[in-house]
């Protein structure tokens, strides 16, 4: 605002000018689409994935498992043949179960007289099916014994040895016919009551239910170093030895059939299945499926009814291939013996493991330039949201990208509330800022259930800005100085090539413009002198200049983004009998879009 003053009229005309700096329009595009996966990469992913579902961006989801150590039974729901102890899971014992041994070599003694159908005594006795008197060693001297080494037994150490027992075919030699069973555990010798036989082969048998050397239960190294045969009375005659084994075998097979493992668990997928087995002998087996109801079950395949088998130490079993998903998850072992049932697979650990959701995470996107100061009018997103889900938003904006990282996030009201409607009106609060960012909010309750964003999209457009500014000449108002009445276009304070005021409208008006002024009658008092006796003109000279009136005329346009400066030169006339005074008046320029 200026003045004017006028010779013992002083006029002072005050000035008021309409500035609006703004930065520059742009040609950019009036919105910003995220839609794919390297679009949402470029962002800060918290607990969020965009790999699972291209194009999307969903919870991640993180490892769990259920594990069963069998320090107790509470996840098994049936067994057979099968025992929990010490953590581990075996094969029950207790079948009766034997083995046969038969001569494999001559023993510690050999003293019989007589040698019949072999080469050697023990082959002489060795007969599976009898041969009778076709092979067979014999004797009539009273104290004499044949011994023979017997083939091992084939069991487990810790095997419970319950019986041995020594079978002999014998017949009389010659008028002699008494004799007894032998077996030498260690250094002991051990015989049967005395048998007398006829003319006729008949099988006779002597059972020891501990081993004579130590008095004690019978051990599988006892067993298998023990030798067999027969003792002299008064003769005999013998074809065939064995000894039978008896022992108490692991039952075959065991099943075992777990609870559900899952049960109350969120699942968005079944992974693996985990073992550690400790031992599976040579000749054991142990093997497992999997089902979804305890039902129907399959292999890690998928095949219905097939089975995968395990081997000895820590393995995993893939379950990727099923597809499976939800609480549900039961799995069946079946455990085999050896041959001898003496062996069991022993099992220590299974583990389940299963994926689930993260229950919230957030997508803090890239920085998004617009390239000019925006108007931001509406934030637009395609969601999915199963119940129990959500996905909902805020936007932080600056003037530069280096703000961004301290402004505050908004959401369509303030900073506690969030864009949970698609379409929704974006807060002013934004407007004029050039630099964006959104962030999602993802959050579920049922963490087997994830949102999913697909695409966001922030619309915006350019700002209306108007740079102008105006500066009087030597800042102090259109000052006229000392007038007399009847002066005509008496010049203001102005000088060739700066006039009384410059208009500047900045290159960075992104609007075409037109530049107007106006201004008010001078008073003072109750005397006036009208301001249409002011003129003003782009040039040093009244000629041709424009009359100053008291509502806004366009004095000339400005093209968006060109920028111009302009000269305005005012002149006034004083009219004759004008009452002396200080006189003022207001001026006023302004550019406004066309």
């Given at each position: 605002m200026h003045g004017e003053k006028?010779?013992?009229?002083?006029?002072?005309?005050?000035?008021?000018?309409?500035?609006?700096p703004c930065p520059p329009a742009s040609a950019s595009p009036d919105n910003w689409t995220q839609t794919t996966q390297a679009e949402f990469q470029t962002g800060t992913l918290s607990q969020v994935e965009t790999t699972t579902s291209l194009g999307d961006v969903k919870l991640n989801t993180f490892s769990n498992s259920v594990t069963d150590t069998f320090a107790d039974e509470t996840k098994i729901a049936s067994k057979s043949n099968l025992v929990v102890t010490g953590g581990q899971v075996k094969l029950t014992t207790g079948a009766s179960k034997q083995a046969t041994l038969r001569p494999n070599a001559n023993g510690s003694k050999i003293e019989f007289v007589t040698l019949v159908g072999a080469p050697t005594h023990y082959q002489a006795v060795y007969d599976v099916t009898p041969d009778d008197g076709t092979s067979y060693v014999g004797s009539e001297v009273a104290n004499s014994t044949d011994l023979f080494a017997l083939t091992d037994t084939g069991l487990a150490a810790g095997t419970t040895i319950n019986s041995i027992t020594v079978y002999g075919r014998a017949t009389k030699c010659g008028g002699s016919k008494d004799w007894r069973i032998v077996i030498k555990s260690g250094t002991t010798e051990a015989y049967s009551s005395t048998f007398t036989e006829s003319s006729t082969w008949v099988n006779r048998s002597y059972q020891w239910t501990t081993d004579p050397n130590t008095g004690g239960a019978w051990t599988v190294a006892a067993v298998d170093a023990l030798q067999a045969g027969a003792y002299v009375v008064t003769g005999v005659q013998v074809t065939q030895v064995y000894v039978v084994v008896g022992y108490s075998g692991y039952n075959s097979p065991g099943t075992l059939t777990s609870k559900n493992l899952l049960l109350g668990q969120s699942v968005v997928s079944i992974d693996s299945f985990g073992y550690n087995v400790s031992s599976i002998p040579a000749g054991t087996s142990l093997k497992v499926q999997f089902s979804k109801d305890s039902t129907n079950w399959y292999n890690s395949a998928g095949t219905l009814g097939g089975w995968d088998t395990l081997s000895q130490g820590t393995h995993s079993i893939g379950l990727s291939g099923l597809g499976w998903s939800g609480p549900n998850f039961y799995y069946k072992m079946e455990f085999t013996t050896?041959?001898?049932?003496?062996?069991?697979?022993?099992?220590?650990?299974i583990s389940v493991n299963f994926s689930k959701y993260y229950s919230s995470g957030t997508l803090t996107s890239s920085t998004h330039d617009n390239g000019y100061a925006a108007d931001f009018t509406t934030i637009s997103f395609t969601v999915t949201e199963p119940s129990g889900t959500d996905i909902k938003f805020q936007l932080r904006t600056a003037a530069?990208?280096?703000?961004?990282?301290?402004?505050?996030?908004y959401g369509p009201t303030g900073t506690t509330d969030y864009y949970q409607t698609s379409g929704a009106a974006i807060n002013s609060v934004h407007d004029g800022h050039r630099w964006i960012q959104y962030k999602a909010y993802f959050s579920t309750s049922d963490t087997s259930k994830t949102p999913t964003l697909s695409d966001i999209t922030i619309n915006y457009n350019p700002l209306e800005f108007i740079s102008f500014t105006v500066t009087d000449y030597n800042n102090?108002?259109?000052?006229?100085?000392?007038?007399?009445?009847?002066?005509?276009?008496?010049?203001?304070d102005q000088t060739a090539g700066v006039g009384a005021v410059t208009l500047t409208v900045g290159s960075e008006t992104s609007v075409n413009v037109n530049v107007q002024l106006k201004g008010t009658d001078f008073t003072y008092g109750g005397n006036t002198i009208p301001i249409s006796n002011v003129k003003y003109n782009?040039?040093?000279?009244?000629v041709g200049a424009s009359t100053l009136t008291g509502s806004?005329?366009?004095?000339?346009?400005?093209?968006?983004g060109s920028g111009d400066i302009h000269q305005c030169y005012h002149w006034i006339s004083i009219p004759n009998g004008q009452v002396a005074g200080p006189y003022t008046s207001t001026f006023f320029y302004q550019a406004i879009k066309q």
């Open positions: 006028i010779a013992w009229l002083s006029i002072v005309a005050l000035v008021l000018a309409v500035v609006c050896d041959t001898t049932y003496t062996y069991t697979p022993v099992l220590d650990e530069t990208e280096g703000g961004l990282s301290s402004a505050t996030w102090d108002g259109v000052l006229f100085s000392t007038l007399n009445p009847g002066q005509l276009n008496q010049p203001a782009n040039t040093n000279t009244p806004y005329v366009t004095w000339y346009t400005v093209t968006a």
